[in-house]
């Protein structure tokens, strides 16, 4: 079955400094989510890759996927308190996989 | 405000017992998944439907089983309740069955066993 490992699996930065939350699948890559948590509650939709070497941004964050690596990376800039959470990545193993993997997801920590 | 509503939010029961989760999906989403968040075992798959029929099955234990209406909300109910099933149970929704669709998840119903 497919796994994905996030790294790191917490991190505190200060406020203003730019970050990066690592994805890596031990399986092909056929499509790849970004979803932030606050601690207890649901996960917010950020972005889907599914094709190799998309990049995607909204507002500060930028993910991309590169398919040969199986990774795919999650780039914040300028961090704020607000993008304090959980970011998890999802990923489906199978062309017509719907199912969803999840890693264990990166905790972020932003001080002002 | 995701667009996937389920209730009740949260949940206290004894062991033994037997709960129902609801959700009801954005609007015009056909498909319904339900996945169960723990300390130990992290986000977890559990099934998947698509317009009133079952898709896709994942950790779903025997005692647990699911459905979704005519209405395409969903129900999942739990039953012989274990300390081990308490956990944030999820829904999440998208439009088509098949990958490629973004899945939407909802607040998600805290259940406790006690």
């Known amino acids: 079955s497919q796994e994905l490992e996030q790294s790191p699996q917490s991190l505190i930065v200060q406020e203003g400094k730019n970050l990066t939350i690592n994805c890596t699948s031990s399986?092909?890559?056929?499509?790849l989510y970004w979803y932030k948590q606050k601690y207890g509650e649901g996960l917010i939709f950020l972005m889907m890759?599914?094709?190799?070497?998309e990049e995607k941004s909204h507002e500060k964050i930028t993910a991309k996927l590169d398919e040969k690596k199986q990774q795919s990376s999650l780039h914040i800039t300028a961090s704020q308190p607000s993008h304090a959470g959980i970011y998890l990545c999802?990923?489906?193993?199978?062309?017509?996989?719907?199912?969803?993997?999840f890693g264990k997801g990166t905790l972020l920590t932003v001080n002002p | 405000d995701s667009g996937v509503t389920q209730t009740p939010k949260h949940l206290i029961t004894a062991t033994g017992q037997r709960v129902t989760l609801r959700c009801s999906p954005r609007?015009?989403?056909?498909?319904v998944y339900w996945y169960q968040q723990s300390l130990d075992q992290g986000l977890q798959f559990l099934i998947q439907?698509?317009?009133?029929?079952?898709?896709a099955k994942g950790n779903i234990l025997e005692r647990f089983s699911a459905q979704q209406f005519p209405d395409l909300h969903s129900e999942l109910n739990l039953s012989s309740l274990e300390l081990g099933d308490s956990a944030l149970y999820f829904c999440?929704?998208?439009?088509?069955?098949?990958?490629?669709?973004?899945?939407?998840f909802g607040p998600g119903t805290r259940l406790t066993v006690t």
């Open positions: 999440a929704s998208s439009v088509g069955v098949a990958g490629g669709y973004e899945q939407y």
């Open positions: 399986k092909t890559l056929y499509g």
């Open positions: 890759l599914q094709k190799g070497g």
């Open positions: 999802g990923a489906r193993s199978g062309g017509s996989n719907y199912k969803l993997t």
């Open positions: 609007s015009g989403d056909l498909s």
């Open positions: 439907y698509y317009n009133g029929e079952e898709r």
